[in-house]
């Protein structure tokens, strides 16, 4: 067996493009679940045609490349805050401008692209808890990443999570390195924010919030490795 997959290896080159971070998406399928993407994981050209067709305009080019890759691929994108399939797309009524595409799975909060950015190809993704939208990240494939990285963590076989007392936190820093996804809004409290994604060989992390009594949220690749983790940061494991 190769050395435990390592995201921030993976992402040693940054985020700066729309494929790097769809390559990324088929790194972490590859490395870290139980089959690589495949043409079937992805979204139909007649299925994206006619969801275009409906909406009445093209869809933002990431946006569609993002389907068009994983859009069927249920334990990258439908855990925890389902992406919605291509017929579900629908345009937010009182601003006429935000394309939802995902939704919080007791309906308490979408995710959107703003239509009238003027990066059409890429543009910014927002969110909204029932208080109006605000900004989540700044590009629709930044979006897709986060997506990915939330769906897989959190419905990992092996998921844990603790409150992370502040005293554990160079620790954490110590260990792990940051991903380069830029800070993002909780949606449930932006006060709490920012969320920040970490990783180390053979284990995926992301801390919510600055407090003294943050939120960690974290999977390893084996049983073994989540006790090693939970050796490295002893908190208290909710698991």
Do not use: K
Not at 88 to 93: A, I, R, T
Not at 176 to 194: E, F, G, N, V
């Amino acid at each position: 067996m190769g050395p435990s997959p390592d995201a921030s290896l993976a992402l040693r080159t940054g985020l700066h493009s729309p494929a790097q971070a769809l390559e990324f998406v088929r790194w972490l399928a590859a490395a870290w679940t139980d089959r690589p993407l495949t043409p079937a994981d992805g979204c139909t050209e007649s299925e994206l045609a006619a969801t275009e067709a409906r909406l009445g305009f093209p869809l933002p080019t990431v946006l569609r490349s993002g389907y068009a890759l994983f859009g069927r691929r249920n334990n990258l994108t439908r855990t925890q805050d389902p992406l919605l399939p291509p017929s579900g797309l629908y345009v937010d009524e009182e601003t006429g401008d935000v394309l939802v595409f995902r939704e919080e799975n007791q309906g308490c909060a979408s995710w959107g692209v703003l239509l009238s950015a003027p990066d059409r190809d890429d543009p910014p993704v927002l969110v909204d808890a029932g208080d109006g939208w605000f900004p989540f990240l700044e590009r629709t494939s930044l979006a897709w990443v986060e997506l990915v990285l939330t769906e897989f963590l959190l419905g990992s076989p092996h998921y844990d999570a603790c409150e992370l007392p502040s005293a554990l936190l160079p620790a954490l820093h110590a260990r792990h390195t940051r991903l380069p996804l830029p800070d993002h809004p909780m949606w449930a409290s932006p006060a709490d924010s920012p969320i920040r994604w970490y990783a180390a060989p053979g284990r995926l992390l992301r801390h919510d919030g600055p407090g003294p009594h943050s939120w960690l949220h974290a999977t390893a690749r084996t049983p073994a490795g989540l006790d090693a983790l939970h050796a490295d940061l002893p908190a208290r494991w909710v698991g």
